[in-house]
C-alpha cells in the first residue's frame, strides 16, 4: 500500500511526521510511505496574531481538502491546532501516547519566572498563556511573538522587528523536545499554575471516514488511557465552545486509579477567568459537564 502522508513544512511538522512514520513502519514495513508538504494559510502569514487572521483551521484547511481529494491517505497534526471536529468526511484516528504537556519558559538571563525584574517582558502568541503568566506576575509586559520554534528563540536573542528587547519566551515543551532543543528550557511551568492547550503535546493522525485501511493501522498504536485523556481535553474545548480569540485550557490525566481534568477559560480581554476540576474512576461526558457549568456559573459572578 503507498500511503502519502501529509503535513507542514516547519521543523516541528516534519519532525512529527517523520516519527509517525518510522512507527508505523516498524510495525507495518511492506507499505511505502511519502511525506507531502503542504502551505497552510497559516503559513503564508507570519506577521499577524493568530486571533486577527481567523479560526484554527488556518494550519489544517489546505491539508484537509487533500485528504478528501486522496492526494494524501493520511495527515499529521499538533492536535492543540485543530478545530474541535474534523471536515465532513474525514476522521481523527484514536490518539498516541502524548509528549510532555507543559508549557515551557526560556529566558535569556534569569534563572526563573520569579526571578526576572520588574516589568520584564515575555513574549508569546497565545492568550491562555498570556493571561496565566499575568496571574503569576501581574507586573509583566507581555508582548505577540509568531514563528516557528527556531524563529522565536532567535528573537529572544535578537529581539523582535520593532525593536523591542525580550526578557523571556513561552512554548510548548512538547515541540522543543520533538526538536531537541529542550537544554532551552529554562523552566518547566506546573499545569496546576498554568493549565495548558487541550491536547497540547497530542497528535492528531487525520484520515478520509471511509479509508479503513489506514485507520485500523494507526489505530493499533494506540492506547485507552491516551484515548480518554484527549476525549476529556477535547470535549472541554468542544462543550465550552471557544475558539482562537478566547483563553482555553485543558489538562487531563490518570493517576492512582481515577482520571482528572483540569480546565480554564476566560473572556477575550482576560478580565474573567475561571478554573474548574473534576475528579472521576470512570472517564464520561459527566466529568466534562461538571467542569463547563462550574466554569460557566464563575463567570456569570464577573
Given at each position: 500500500?503507498?500511503?502519502?502522508v501529509g503535513t507542514r513544512g516547519s521543523k516541528l511538522a516534519l ?25 497552510t494559510t497559516g503559513d503564508k502569514d507570519t506577521t499577524r496574531p ?218 477575550e480581554d482576560g478580565k474573567a477567568i475561571a478554573t474548574a476540576e ?25
Amino acid at each position: 500500500m503507498i500511503i502519502n502522508v501529509g503535513t507542514r513544512g516547519s521543523k516541528l511538522a516534519l519532525a512529527q511526521t517523520n516519527n509517525v512514520i518510522s512507527r508505523l513502519k516498524e510495525k507495518f514495513p511492506d507499505n511505502e510511505y511519502n511525506v507531502v508538504v503542504i502551505t497552510t494559510t497559516g503559513d503564508k502569514d507570519t506577521t499577524r496574531p493568530l486571533d486577527a487572521i481567523g479560526s484554527k483551521g488556518l494550519f489544517v484547511d489546505e491539508i484537509e481538502k487533500s485528504l478528501l481529494n486522496n492526494e494524501i491517505q493520511m495527515a499529521v497534526h499538533s492536535m492543540k491546532d485543530m478545530p474541535s471536529s474534523p471536515m465532513e468526511g474525514l476522521v481523527f484516528a484514536n490518539p498516541w501516547e502524548r509528549e510532555d504537556p507543559r508549557d515551557a519558559l526560556l529566558l535569556k538571563e534569569y534563572a526563573s519566572l520569579k526571578d526576572l525584574p520588574e516589568n520584564a517582558v515575555i513574549a508569546t502568541g497565545s492568550k491562555r498563556r498570556s493571561y496565566q503568566l499575568l496571574r503569576m506576575r501581574p507586573d509583566l509586559q507581555i508582548v505577540s511573538i509568531r514563528g516557528n520554534i527556531d524563529t522565536r528563540i532567535r528573537k529572544l536573542h535578537e529581539g523582535l522587528a520593532d525593536g523591542t528587547q525580550l526578557d523571556g519566551i513561552v512554548l510548548a515543551a512538547a515541540g522543543l523536545k520533538r526538536l531537541h532543543l529542550e537544554d532551552n528550557i529554562t523552566e518547566y511551568f506546573d499545569v496546576n499554575d498554568m493549565i495548558p492547550s487541550p491536547a497540547q503535546g497530542t497528535l492528531a493522525i487525520e484520515v478520509a471516514k471511509d479509508n479503513q485501511a489506514v485507520l485500523d493501522m494507526v489505530n493499533s498504536l494506540s492506547d485507552v488511557s491516551s484515548k480518554n485523556i484527549t476525549f476529556l481535553e477535547r470535549g472541554f474545548l468542544s462543550a465550552i465552545g471557544g475558539d482562537c480569540h478566547l483563553p482555553i485550557g485543558a489538562y487531563a490525566s490518570f493517576e492512582e486509579g481515577k482520571y482528572h481534568l483540569k480546565a480554564l477559560f476566560g473572556t477575550e480581554d482576560g478580565k474573567a477567568i475561571a478554573t474548574a476540576e473534576s475528579i472521576s474512576a470512570d472517564c464520561n461526558q459527566s466529568m466534562i459537564d461538571a467542569v463547563v457549568n462550574d466554569i460557566l456559573n464563575q463567570l456569570k459572578e464577573f
